[in-house]
């Protein structure tokens, strides 16, 4: 059975004073961070500009009878098809050896989940995610085997490259810099967090990763834990950013433990902001989190200005710039 929180309290004896701490905290966090969701789902919340067009898609989805799982899957599946969109799917910047990789995860209010991670020339990595997850005994499957699972289901082969991302890459090859730079075209991961109409919560990631990566590299997108996750009986939060800095402390795992002893998703994505401040040198590190309660109430925090994401409900989508650390 699964820990809540009353229950997480007496096991580990924090006894009254916890308790009364606690409930001290879970008071103050009743606050959503934009005023706009307390009620129920539907309501979907993704990462970035291009996250307007994907929770639209999901809410189309669920309202033509689709599933909460569905449309957390077809609302990024259109972000991976816009060859546009420089750091997912179609499009997607490569790494320095010039091919394109890529890495996805999606988790279900169930607690299943699935993911790919180096996977090259399908368009989709979200819904080979969703195979692993429904078709295998596995959670994760990398490289070459996922590309060969994908290929057995179905799923065709396509040149990722663009006539944009082949040029880009061109110029790259002439200084073959490389250095993480906070909110510029190589951190526009796409995740989204999705409640249904029933209060279920679903969570999908999908990127191309870090633009010119060393190859193999894999970030924190494909990782349950890291880039996502989902416990729907507490909430769900996902990431964006420097994957190795998410990875390091376990960003949406811990925000969602975290709120699961008390905190608001707020406080909870300002927490895991908190600890990869603490943890390293962040001048040049962009992160942003995204997470939401139960009760359907929202979060976002990122370390440096720019981070910005998409909410809808059944009043409409708006965009949010997210508060930040660094002021
Ligand atoms: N989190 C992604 C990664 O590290 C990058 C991003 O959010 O754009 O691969």
């Known amino acids: 059975m699964k820990t809540n929180r009353r229950s997480f309290l007496e096991k580990t004896g924090l006894g ?43 809410l189309r989805v669920l309202a033509n009878g689709g599933s909460g799982l569905d449309a957390v899957e077809k609302g990024v599946m259109l972000i991976e098809a816009d060859p546009e969109g420089s750091s997912v799917g179609l499009g ?34 979200i819904s080979v995610a969703r195979k692993v997850m429904e078709d295998t005994p596995h959670v994760m499957l990398a490289g070459d085997g996922a590309y060969e699972f994908a290929s057995a289901n179905g799923f065709e082969k396509v040149d990722l490259l663009t006539k944009k991302s082949k040029a880009a890459f061109k110029n790259w090859k002439k200084e073959q810099k490389y250095k993480p730079i906070i909110n510029v075209e190589n ?9 249904d109409e029933k209060g279920d919560i679903y969570g999908s990631c999908t990127t191309s990763g870090l633009a010119y990566k060393m190859r193999g590299r894999i970030g924190d997108s494909p ?11 507490v909430g769900g939060a996902v990431a964006t950013g420097l994957g190795e800095s998410i990875i390091k402390v376990a960003g949406s795992a811990i925000i969602v433990e975290l709120m699961r002893h008390g905190y608001s998703p707020q406080e909870a994505c300002e927490e895991a902001v908190n600890r990869i401040v603490n943890n390293e040198d962040t001048k040049d590190i962009q992160v942003g989190f995204l997470a939401i309660s139960k009760s359907g109430e929202t979060g976002a925090y990122a370390i440096h200005p720019g981070f910005n994401f998409a909410i809808s409900n059944q009043e409409g989508t708006r965009l949010v710039n997210s508060d930040y650390l660094v002021k």
Do not use: Y
């Open 92 to 125: 997607g910047l490569p790494d320095r050896t010039g091919k394109v990789t890529l890495d996805a995860c999606i988790m279900s209010a169930d607690g299943n989940c699935g993911a790919v991670c180096m996977l090259e020339n399908i368009l989709h990595p």
């Open 223 to 233: 990782i349950i834990g890291a880039g996502l996750f989902i416990d729907n009986e």
């Open 187 to 195: 951190h526009d991961t796409i995740g989204m967090l999705g409640m």
């Open 16 to 58: 009254a004073l916890s308790l009364l701490l606690s409930n001290r905290l879970f008071a103050k966090s009743s606050k959503s961070m934009d005023g706009l969701t307390k009620a129920k789902g539907p309501i979907f919340l993704s990462t970035w500009t291009h996250g307007q067009m994907a929770n639209e898609e999901a």
